[in-house]
């Protein structure tokens, strides 16, 4: 998702401050920004900071009809392609849930008819009240995305539930959005990153992946409606909502997926797993001796996508496939070898593929023609492989 009018709806928590640089982080996205603010957001961070770095006027309190020409916060609804409450206080919410606009930022998100995503900030006792809770649950009945606030340290000086989340969660959160929830009820397990293979305590066999297709891949299936599992040796901001499981190795990821597959309708295999790992692993820091080279005997490790396509019973396996050569020839083999259901095929190489915020890939099935996807976002291109997953697991029911 790139170019849109986005319209970030600003209330009255400590969590303001922080919006100048959400702000930043869209516009450099390539979006346009328009802020909104209720008149206790400005006792957190100041109108001037927000019409400055957004280079847009900010609608306040009082701004009605300070143009004769346009209701403002009419004119501010209709230029907005999504809007964004954040932080969104526990009263803000409360407002919301039952359609009180008592302030200009209030009544342009009632004007508003397109997609609204909502990023709770409060106190953990008032994120965990009954009332609060249900206020939240009707918000999502009506159709608005929430995105659940993050354990961590709060305002009051301890640790709990209702920090908002970091602003590249919530930047993840946005470029992730999805219009329908079409895995709803759905259980998806995906592996990310680039294994490691220890050498020695300081030292391992890896590779370049940064695990950013498998996190893309995490985001849109949450914001889909999908329970969602990401095992991963990465680090890269996932939604709250994603169940996040930390591995290293080929063989703690293969354990980690295993406790998880039997439940799943999909297993999707982004991460680049290690073939092969040192047959013997140092206790200490191998130590140079004088020129002599050191050679290592690797053994090879389980292939985890060939042992669950061969698995499976229920589930879809979606595999991928790196190559820097013959693509599609070599990717062909693989989808018949692993048993895979769906395979994603993408060239790698310098500046291509592994740590990059685009790619191009071209998805394979067994029984269809293989179908390119041109080069895009890895959130885009994630939604399209997930596009195709649905209804394969609609048809392994």
Known sequence: ??????????????????????????????????????????????????????????????????DASHVAHVEFANSLDMAVVVPATANTIAKMAVGIADNEALSALLAFAGPKLVVPAMNDHMWENAQTQANVH??????MAVLPPATGFLAEGYAGVGRMPDLSVIEAFIQSYQ??????????????????????????IGNDSSGKMGAALANVAAAAGAEVTLVTTATQP?????????VSSAREMGAALTAHFAQTDALIMAAAVADFRPDQVAANKIKKQGD??????????????????????????????????????????????????LLVANQVGVHQGFNQETDAVTLLWPDRAPRPIAEASKTEIAAEILAEVAPLIERHK
């Open 1 to 66: 998702m790139t170019g849109k009018q986005i319209g970030l709806f600003v209330t009255g928590g400590i969590a303001a401050y922080k919006v100048p640089l959400l702000v930043r982080a869209l516009i450099r996205r390539g979006h346009s920004v328009r802020v909104a603010m209720t008149h206790a957001a400005t006792r957190f961070v100041t109108p001037e900071t927000l019409a400055t770095v957004s280079k847009q006027p900010v609608l306040m309190a009082n701004d009605a009809f300070a």
């Open 138 to 143: 009707h918000l999502q009945e009506l159709g």
């Open 179 to 204: 219009p329908t929830p079409f895995l709803a009820g759905k259980k998806i397990l995906i592996s990310s990153g680039g294994t490691k293979e220890r050498i020695d305590p300081v030292r391992y």
């Open 292 to 341: 002599a080279a050191l050679t290592l005997q690797l053994a090879q490790n389980p292939d985890l996508l060939a042992g669950f396509g061969a698995a499976k019973t229920h589930q879809v396996v979606v595999g991928f496939a790196a190559e820097t050569t013959a693509l599609l020839a070599n990717a062909t083999a693989k989808l018949a070898r692993k048993h895979a259901d």
């Open 238 to 246: 996932v939604l709250t909502q994603v169940q996040v499981v930390p």
